[in-house]
């Protein structure tokens, strides 16, 4: 519905003059996020091997699974290859946790997955776009570094300090039941009303080059099945079910909410046709999510009847 309204709006209005909402729209989708994660699992012991698979994935396997994709599909389109190539550097999102506990996978090694995750990328994507686009794409490394401290660290920050403040105020109980639950409905909504602004600032383009949109959704759609495929092989052959669980969500589900910031907040001009390619990859990343957990709760429900 956000697409459709934003290609509407864009169509019939000039909506350039919101870019300049992006960064308030951005902070505001991932500082929820924050609030609501657990950061003392970091301390706590778990999977050395589990952790090691999950981000060798995440930042090996998947990057250069993007760039060759990129080269592919889009060798003389840099935006396009830029865009994917920020879905296959952040991983993991709030949906990590929900997926995870709906298919009955290890969740304490999902939440590890989500900090460490998030903390890696926070570091190393300035370093991936700056090695393989150096030639390609303008870059300012600098407004880089300082995009990913505003959209990653600052509100990981500020989220650790008001969850803090609050499990103090009124106790872990009342913070996990009454507001944990309120702070994912605030980052949805900044999620959604981005999704629209990335449509409506290149609504012109769709409309008069409607083939863009199925030359972006093969290869996404094709991307997401052949991590689906081998990180499932992965999974089965080093750990057991729930680890396993853990792991396709760890890694297949990228944090999208942060790419789609980051586009549009680091690169000025290119940004929209960059954050285009991601706001596709909503509608495959979600579908298949489900897709896999009814395949998971069917398996493990045919296996309590058999014994």
Do not use: C
């Amino acid at each position: 519905i956000a697409m459709m309204v934003g290609f509407i709006v864009g169509l019939f209005y000039d909506t350039s003059f919101l870019r300049d909402s992006v960064t308030i729209l951005s902070f505001f989708m991932v500082y929820p996020m924050m609030v609501t994660l657990n950061f003392k699992s970091l301390l706590e012991k778990g999977s050395l091997k589990l952790q090691l698979t999950t981000q060798a994935i995440n930042f090996i396997y998947l990057p250069l699974l993007a760039v060759l994709f990129g080269i592919i599909f889009f060798r003389h389109e840099p935006n396009f290859r830029l865009g994917i190539l920020l879905i296959a550097l952040l991983p993991t999102s709030g949906m990590t946790v929900s997926w995870t506990v709906m298919a009955k996978g290890n969740v304490k090694e999902a939440i590890r997955m989500i900090v460490i995750g998030l903390v890696l990328a926070g570091f190393l994507t300035p370093l991936y776009i700056g090695v393989i686009f150096r030639e390609t794409v303008e870059l300012a490394m600098t407004s880089i570094l300082i995009q990913i401290f505003l959209i990653v660290f600052l509100p990981m920050f500020i989220g650790f300090i008001t969850q803090k403040l609050l499990v103090k105020s009124f106790g872990q109980e009342t913070f996990n039941k009454t507001y944990k639950p309120i702070f994912p409905l605030f980052s949805t909504l900044s999620v959604v009303l981005l999704i629209a602004l990335v449509m409506s600032l290149r609504a012109q383009m769709l409309w008069n080059q409607p083939t863009v949109l199925i030359r972006l959704l093969v290869p996404i759609a094709l991307g997401y099945l052949v991590m689906l495929i081998t990180i499932h092989g992965i999974g089965k052959w080093l750990f057991n079910d729930a680890d396993r669980i853990a792991l396709i969500n760890g890694t297949m589900i990228r944090s999208l909410s942060l790419a789609l910031a980051i586009a549009l907040t680091v690169f000025s001009d290119s940004g929209p046709e960059i954050a285009l390619v991601i706001a596709i990859a909503y509608i495959i990343q979600v579908q298949l999510a489900a897709w896999y957990v009814k395949r998971e709760v069917l398996l493990q429900s045919i296996k309590s009847k058999t014994a």
